[in-house]
C-alpha cells in the first residue's frame, strides 16, 4: 500500500534560519506531488507541485522554493526564513496515470507546524 | 489564490441532525472533492464527483453538484461527535491542469451531544 511521510512534525526556527521539509511517499511511482500550507483556521493554499523529477510549479511569488530531486521525493526550502512563513505545511501525492483522466485523489501526510520566531 | 469558497465557515449542530456544507469556485473544472481535516492533521479524502455526474452518495455523505451555477453541496446525515472536523472542497480544473488540486476556504463544523 502506498503511504506518504513528512518530517519533522513540528519545527520552531529562529527568522533569518534556512529551512528544510521533507516528504516521501512509499508504494507508487511516478506521482504528483504538492506543497501546500494551511495558515491558522484558515484553507489551503497550494505553493508547488511537481509531475515528474525536476519539473515544480510554482503557485505563489514567495520566500520558499521546492526540489524533486527523486521520484518520490519533494523538499520544500527556504534560505532565510520570515516570520510570514510560519503555518502548517502539507505534502500530498496523487496518482499520474489516475489525473490523466481527472481522478486527482489526494493523499496527505500528517503536516510540519513551523512557529518562525 | 482559493478557487472555492466554503458556506458557511463554521456550523454548529446536535448529534443525529443533518449537516450541509456548500462550496462555489470560480472556473470550469474536471471534478471536484472533499476531503476532511481533523484538527491539526493531514486532509483525507472524502468523494470525487465528475463534472458530467449531479449527484453521488458515500455512506451517510452525500454530494451535489451545479456546473451552471458552480457550486457543490455536502451533506452528512444523522451526523455523530466523530464527524467533528473541517469540511474542505477541492477543484480540478479541466484546462491542462489535470495534476492541480485547488482548495477552498473550510467549513468547520462542530457536532454536540
Known amino acids: 500500500s502506498q503511504t506518504i511521510h513528512q518530517w519533522p512534525a513540528t519545527l520552531v526556527q529562529p527568522v533569518g534560519s534556512p529551512l528544510s521539509l521533507e516528504c516521501t511517499v512509499e508504494?507508487?511511482?511516478?506521482?504528483?506531488l504538492y506543497w501546500y500550507r494551511q495558515a491558522a483556521g484558515r484553507g489551503l493554499q497550494l505553493l508547488f507541485y511537481?509531475?515528474?523529477?525536476?519539473?515544480i510549479s510554482s503557485e505563489v511569488p514567495q520566500n520558499l522554493s521546492a526540489s524533486r530531486p527523486q521520484d518520490r521525493q519533494f523538499i520544500l526550502s527556504s534560505k532565510k526564513l520570515l516570520l510570514s512563513d510560519s503555518g502548517f505545511y502539507l505534502c500530498?501525492?496523487?496518482?499520474?496515470?489516475?489525473?490523466?483522466?481527472?481522478?486527482?485523489?489526494?493523499?496527505f501526510g500528517q503536516g510540519t507546524r513551523l512557529t518562525v520566531v | 489564490s482559493q478557487q472555492g469558497e466554503e458556506d458557511p465557515q463554521a456550523l454548529s449542530i446536535q448529534e443525529g441532525e443533518n449537516a450541509t456544507m456548500n462550496c462555489s469556485y470560480k472556473t470550469s473544472i474536471n471534478n471536484l472533492q472533499w476531503y476532511r481535516q481533523n484538527s491539526g492533521r493531514g486532509l483525507v479524502h472524502l468523494i470525487l464527483?465528475?463534472?458530467?455526474?449531479r449527484e453521488k452518495h458515500s455512506g451517510r455523505l452525500r454530494v451535489t453538484l451545479d456546473t451552471s451555477k458552480k457550486s457543490s453541496s455536502l451533506l452528512i446525515t444523522a451526523s455523530r461527535a466523530a464527524d467533528t472536523a473541517s469540511y474542505f472542497c477541492a477543484t480540478v480544473g479541466d484546462t491542462g491542469t489535470a495534476s492541480k488540486l485547488t482548495f477552498g476556504t473550510g467549513t468547520r463544523l462542530q457536532v454536540t451531544l
Open positions: 511537481s509531475v515528474g523529477i525536476g519539473q
Open positions: 464527483i465528475r463534472s458530467n455526474e
Open positions: 500530498a501525492w496523487s496518482n499520474r496515470r489516475t489525473s490523466l483522466w481527472g481522478n486527482t485523489e489526494a493523499f
Open positions: 508504494g507508487t511511482s511516478n506521482p504528483n
